[in-house]
């Protein structure tokens, strides 16, 4: 009797097992596991760059692994957990891309996900709508190696780089208490599609349920005293640095020193770069006045700079230069029929690579048509893809929103007509063009700004005449379902340009104001606005104003925890004859002082690009052919 009922017990208990807590002190190594559940799937590159780490290309797009292997107690996902990421990447990403996500079971929904988007890293999970949230924190641009612990505890978020000081942010709406894991997946290196995939190198993907992993990753690795050989300068002979002496430091006689890289001696120096001051390093010869410059850079390629140039004679060219990694330099690659260039865009779509010039058309030419270009990989340069009808096109914008691709042009004028209308397209992925998908009302605009606070995705219009004034109102649209209506009217005085940034924790939009034009008066010195978003609000608000002299572009750039604004003059103040650009740098309840001031003369846009450890500004040089290319000295 007593042997039937333990039987029975037995096998009640076999059908209604006691669950075991999802929680466990082991973190899983989601990378390890993909790379086992696919090792002959293709798309994926060993690379040794000082330490072993994997590139995925779009056809690794699907690597991952299933939650249910992971997971075998229960499908619930643990309430507190850390992830911890090391990856590497050379370039800001211009777009979002997806370090690794968990999808649902319809493979669309996003549960929680690691992506990066230019200087920042976000922390994404599902709200209980559904909704994705997101939380993030700044990450510096350098092309070394970084790992990230994301730790979620009682609300809050917390970021650790590098075993440095945690960048903390409170959650505005709870982590879901017991989000379902049944049938959803891991994802490594996307988000299942060709699109926003991690272009960059992963060493290391783990999740550590129910604990701060910070806590045991920065204890477990604690400092080890340095033992290299030190060659002393003046003691014994400086051998030549090769890669058999990579590693090797040298003591100079002036007290600094310098390691070997493999190919040259580089200072070593503690914590990060700091702008010191600017010098000239090269000119950037073009076929005639240039408008504006572009400097991107396509993976496995190089590094571009497109010149957008204005017609001068038959020489209807712009031109675009790449970087010689060995002259250290940029040398002509391609040349490019335009009509008065005045600003290039590039931007990805996928695997794809393109590049859209905004043409403004000669005189009693108005309805001059922009084109995009596709970058060939076969070829090794920009084809032509698509036409797009426009009018005085003045400045052009590309952007993702919500999984799709978005461009805005913006128009001028049109016979003498300065209230025209400016085109938002909408890439069509079946026949792989641009389709107009809305009309934004212009009034002789001449800039467009994309920026996306949190989940808002929105675009400033620089209006900057009405056929009467400059003093006008410029408009911030934001999207609302598929299209986008205006949140917010600033006015502003001739604008040139918007420019958006992000410095902490705020949200800063700047507003280069040209020049004021009037039936009685006309100046180029102005006040250019600096505003700040209030998140309660929603609202931008007066900041700062800067003094500007005929501006034509805001360029913000930072350098390692420095931020900076330089605004591009063309006109001299008032009782000179040189032109200077001001650098300004951010300093905190100070604001941004004036910093460097350059005699660079007359110049309408600037743009700024950092190459291995360098740090570079160009210069758009309208009245001759030779732009500018300076370099900003760190220390």
Not at 10 to 35: E, N, V
Not at 227 to 244: F, N, Y
Not at 511 to 527: G, L
Not at 542 to 570: K, L, M, P, W
Request: glycine share 6%; aromatic share 12%; with cysteine.
């Amino acid at each position: 009797m007593v042997g039937q009922l333990l039987i029975v017990t037995l096998m009640i208990l076999r059908c209604y097992a006691i669950p075991q807590l999802c929680t466990d002190s082991t973190a899983i190594d989601l990378l390890g596991l993909a790379l086992g559940e696919s090792p002959d799937r293709p798309g994926i590159e060993v690379v040794d760059d000082v330490i072993k780490g994997y590139r995925f290309d779009e056809s690794a797009r699907l690597l991952g692994v299933d939650s249910d292997v992971i997971f075998t107690h229960c499908n619930k996902f643990p309430a507190e957990f850390s992830f911890i990421v090391t990856y590497k990447q050379h370039v800001e990403p211009k777009q979002s891309e997806f370090v690794m996500s968990l999808l649902a079971q319809n493979r669309r929904n996003l549960l929680v996900a690691i992506r990066i988007h230019r200087d920042r890293l976000f922390f994404d999970y599902a709200g209980s709508d559904v909704i994705k949230r997101s939380v993030s924190c700044r990450i510096p641009t350098s092309g070394s190696w970084k790992t990230m612990i994301v730790t979620l505890a009682d609300g809050i978020v917390k970021f650790t780089l590098d075993c440095g000081q945690p960048t903390v942010v409170k959650l505005k709406e709870d982590f879901p208490s017991k989000l379902n894991l049944r049938n959803t997946r891991f994802y490594i290196a996307s988000k299942r599609s060709k699109m926003k995939r991690f272009t960059g190198l992963l060493r290391e993907v783990r999740l550590l349920p129910g604990a701060d992993a910070a806590n045991r990753v920065c204890q477990s690795n604690p400092v080890q005293p340095i033992r290299a050989h030190v060659t002393i300068e003046g003691e014994s002979p400086i051998d030549e640095c090769t890669s058999q002496r990579k590693g090797i430091m040298t003591y100079k006689q002036d007290m600094t020193l310098e390691v070997c890289t493999g190919t040259k001696y580089r200072k070593v120096r503690a914590g990060l770069d700091r702008m010191d001051y600017v010098i000239d390093y090269a000119d950037i010869d073009a076929r005639s006045n240039s408008t504006s410059i572009e400097i991107f850079n396509i993976w496995g390629v190089g590094t571009f700079l497109a010149t957008a140039n204005k017609d001068h004679g038959a020489q209807n060219y712009s031109e675009i230069f790449l970087w010689d990694p060995i002259g250290r330099k940029f040398d002509i690659h391609q040349t490019l029929r335009t009509q008065s260039a005045t600003r290039w865009k590039y931007f990805d779509i996928g695997h794809e690579n393109f590049l859209v010039v905004a043409n403004y058309g000669g005189l009693g030419v108005p309805l001059v048509s922009s084109v995009i270009y596709r970058w060939s990989r076969r070829r090794g340069l920009f084809m032509r893809h698509q036409v797009l009808a426009s009018s005085r096109a003045r400045d052009v914008d590309a952007f993702d929103h919500d999984g799709e691709t978005f461009l805005v042009l913006v128009n001028h004028n049109t016979g003498g007509m300065w209230n025209v209308t400016s085109i938002v397209y909408k890439w069509n992925p079946t026949g792989r063009w641009f389709e107009p998908h809305q009309s934004i009302l212009t009034y002789g605009a001449l800039g467009v700004t994309h920026f996306q606070v949190l989940s808002y995705s929105c675009i400033a219009i620089a209006n900057a005449f009405d056929g009467t004034t400059s003093v006008l109102e410029s408009v911030i649209y934001c999207m609302a379902g598929q299209h986008f209506i205006p949140v917010q009217y600033i006015e502003t005085m001739g604008a040139a340009d918007w420019e958006f940034f992000v410095i902490g924790d705020q949200y800063f939009l700047a507003v280069a104001n040209n020049a004021v034009f009037t039936t009685d008066q006309s100046q180029t010195t102005t006040m250019s606005v600096i505003y700040e978003l209030n998140i309660r609000d929603q609202r931008f608000y007066e900041y700062q104003r800067i003094q500007t002299h005929g501006v034509n572009d805001i360029e913000y750039f930072s350098i390692g925890n420095q931020h900076f604004i330089i605004a591009a003059n063309t006109k001299p103040p008032v009782g000179s004859r040189e032109v200077t650009s001001v650098i300004y740098r951010w300093m905190g309840l100070e604001k941004f002082v004036r910093a460097h001031e350059l005699s660079v003369g007359s110049c309408t846009d600037f743009d700024y690009v950092q190459i291995n450890d360098e740090h570079f500004l160009a210069a758009a040089n309208p009245r001759g052919t030779r732009s500018k290319f300076y370099k900003i000295v760190t220390y």
